[in-house]
Nanobody
Framework: EVQLVESGGGLVQAGGSLRLSCAAS????????IGWFRQAPGKEREGVSS????????FYADSVKGRFTISIDNAKDTVYLQINSLKPEDTAVYYC?????????????????????WGQGTQVTVSS
């Protein structure tokens, strides 16, 4: 069974940086996509970025382009989300999610319904 463990969240001042990690284990095939989502109190879950293990193509929400960078280390089965120039509105619980994919042309992107395994989340709090 696929398991995801997020880490790297914390309290940071506006303008600072964090690197979130999503360590995946227990999967049977090497072709998968991992997405990062966030949910702030009282708001809907938002997809912020995703990447796939086949060609490494990344997707970003418009709200985070230029500040967030997603990367994948296939040797460690870990996906990272580098967050720079943090803003108070980035405060949320950040989740990573996993799904198997057949090809790099059929990707779930930032749609939460496209993923079927979720981590427990890591809190990111940005103070102004």
């Amino acid at each position: 069974e696929v398991q995801l463990v997020e880490s790297g969240g914390g309290l940071v001042q506006a303008g600072g940086s964090l690197r979130l990690s999503c360590a995946a284990s227990g999967f049977s095939f090497d072709e998968y996509a991992i997405g990062w989502f966030r949910q702030a109190p009282g708001k809907e879950r938002e997809g912020v970025s995703s990447i796939n293990s086949i060609d490494g193509r990344a997707f970003y929400a418009d709200s985070v382009k230029g500040r967030f960078t997603i990367s994948i280390d296939n040797a460690k089965d870990t996906v990272y989300l580098q967050i720079n120039s943090l803003k108070p509105e980035d405060t949320a619980v950040y989740y990573c999610a996993f799904t198997y994919i057949a090809t790099a042309t059929m990707l779930p992107g930032l749609a939460s319904y496209g993923y079927d395994r979720w981590g427990q989340g890591t809190q990111v709090t940005v103070s102004s």
